[in-house]
Every structure is written in C-alpha cells, then in structure tokens.
C-alpha cells in the first residue's frame, strides 16, 4: 500500500487523475488474492499488480476508461474467456476485478490507515440495484465508523473482516458487498545485531516489515550494518521494548546468542500479542533456557509459543540460508500455518 499511495502522490503531482483496480474475487489457482491492488494513470503508468502481469493491459485499459467517465465496472478474466489467449490467466484460474476512479475520500482513509497504523475495513457495493453499485461505508479496528446508517446491515460485514484479518465477500440484502481490510504493515523485532540479524533485517524490509534492530554492543549495531531497517537501537532490551509495541502484528526473534540480552527480551514477548517468538540456539541451549523460564513465572501453554529450533528446515548453514529459513517460518505463521516447533 505505501508503493501505491507513492505512486500516486506523484502521479497527482502532475495533475493525472487516478484509478484503481481491486480484485474482489478468485476462483481456482489465482496469482493474486483478493484485496490486491493496481493504480493506474495516463502515459501507461501502473503501480501495482491484479494478476502478476497477465491481464494488467486490460485492466489498464478499463481503468482509463472508468477516467473518462465510463463509471466503475467489474471485469472477469479466466480460461474459459473466448481472450484467454490475449488476456486470460494462463495459471488457470479465475479472478474478478473492480475498476474505478480514484475517490479523494477513499485515498483519504487509505493514507490515514496507513500513516497511523489503525486496522480499517472498508466496504463498496460492486452489485446489486444499479443506483447502489460504488457506494462505501468502511469502520475502523477501533469502532469509529461512517456511512453505516446509509447501508444498513453492513456492520456485521466489516466486523467480520476486520476479524478475520483480510478481505471478504458478502451478501447485504440485494446488495453484493465486497469489504477491504487494510492492516497496518507487520514489524520485525530482532533482538541482537548477529550476523544472522544483518540478511534477516533485509529481507524482511524487502518484505514490507517495518524492522527493528535492538543490541546494546554497539560495535554490532552500527548503521552501516543495517542500512534498510526502520529503527536501531543501542541500548538493552528491557529499556528499549519499553518504549515499542508489541502487537499481533509483531514478529520477534532473539539471535543475540546472550542470555543476559536474550531472556529478558523473550520474557517481554512471552507475555506480549506478538503472532510469533523465535529464538536461536541449539537444543541443550534451548533447554536450559526453558528451565529458566520456568523459573521466571512461564507456563507450558507460554513456552510452547517459542520457535525453537528457529526457523523452518531448509538444512541451512550458511547466515543468509539460515536468515531465509527464519523469515519464510515467520510468513507461515503469520499465514496461519504452524511453522517448526
């Protein structure tokens, strides 16, 4: 979402007008899921992607169309299409996407969504009565919400959503509804600037986690070790976690290899909403490490959340191998998938 509201504060800059085009349904083995996104303007600018490149021409063209005052309309792509060959999806599924010019009030929550971190579901009518298709109400994680008297019966929908954590389809009376989610971007907290730490923080900003470095040898936390990271800090971690929150939308991993720096991080995780808690070290280190956080008030129930050995089994040895194998554990589970215990 951050690369498309960017693209599109410079394509405004220029006086473009916007469209965007949402995939609201897929069927089949889809490239993109719903809820994914695609920014258009004249002068075949497109921010990006509904299917990971084989339909975006046609898309591109709709949304220029929905610019010239062609109104929002929902587009079915597939094999069984008679342009399957021209603009089919040749992975063999089926998407619907909803085209339509960009609304300054939607930009509007978009960007407030994601400058303040509030989980935000938004609601648009893509069928039903003809005068009701492109209305919107949306609701924020937080219980505000607007438009919800206009379309009633909506509320349950975005709850449902918000809930869930991604988008849904819904069924409101006659009307057709599809509802958005729009999470704020998950962070990387890495405990220990190890050499592990250094390609785990950059893949995982490649990712879209905001990333955060805590060590307080300061010989290892230099910025020139970790020059995409959102934030790092020279400083212990009992201090330092102080001051950052720990939702579920955090990630955190202990690599230090210190007990000293790594148990008390891990005994803030463990009472945290952190979705994961990964810690590095062989199985007798990890065993006397749970006997210390047994010691220190920890259940079983809590010390069963640790990911220990960390990382999912790649067979890596080598400190990216090893970095890849924490993060691709740490997109599983935040996929819902249980990772490596």
């Known amino acids: 979402m951050r690369d498309l509201l960017n693209d599109i504060g410079d394509w405004q800059a220029l006086s473009l007008p916007v469209a965007v085009a949402t995939v609201i349904r897929t069927w089949g083995s889809a490239p993109r899921g719903a809820g994914a996104k695609m920014a258009v303007a004249e002068g075949n600018r497109i921010s990006g992607s509904v299917s990971g490149g084989c339909i975006e021409s046609a898309v591109y063209e709709a949304g220029l169309e929905a610019l010239g005052g062609g109104g929002p309309r929902t587009l079915h792509f597939g094999v069984a299409d008679e342009t399957a060959w021209e603009v089919g999806l040749a992975c063999g599924g089926e998407i619907e996407v909803y085209v339509e010019a960009l609304a300054p009030e939607t930009e509007s929550l978009w960007r407030e969504a994601a400058h303040t971190g509030r989980g935000l579901g938004m609601a648009i009518v893509v069928g039903g009565p003809f005068e009701h298709i492109g209305r919107r109400a949306h609701l924020w994680a937080d219980g505000k919400a607007d438009n919800l008297d206009a379309l009633p019966g909506l509320r349950s929908a975005l709850e449902a959503a918000l809930l869930r954590g991604g988008p849904i389809r819904a069924q409101v009376g006659p009307l057709d509804v599809f509802v958005d989610v729009i999470l704020p971007p998950p962070s990387l907290i890495c405990i220990g600037a190890a050499h592990i730490a250094i390609p785990l923080a950059d893949m995982a900003a490649t990712l879209g986690f ?7 040898r300061s010989a290892f936390a230099t910025p020139a070790r970790f020059p995409r990271i959102g934030a790092l800090i020279n400083d212990w971690p009992t201090r330092a976690l102080a001051e950052i929150p720990l939702t ?28 994961y808690v990964g810690v590095l070290g062989s199985a007798r280190t990890h065993a006397n490490r749970l006997e210390r956080l047994r010691a220190a008030g920890f259940g079983e129930p809590d010390l069963a959340r640790l990911h220990a050995p960390i990382g999912l089994d790649l067979g890596a040895h080598a400190p990216e191998e090893i970095a890849l194998s924490i993060l691709a554990e740490i997109v599983a589970v935040r996929n819902g998938l249980p990772g490596r215990h």
């Not at 905001?210 to 307080?216: A, L």
């Open 210 to 216: 905001r990333v955060t470095v805590i060590d307080p």
């Open 248 to 275: 579920q939308a955090t990630a955190f991993v202990a690599l230090s290899h210190d007990p000293k720096i790594d148990d008390p991080a891990l005994e803030i995780a463990l009472r945290s909403q952190s979705f």
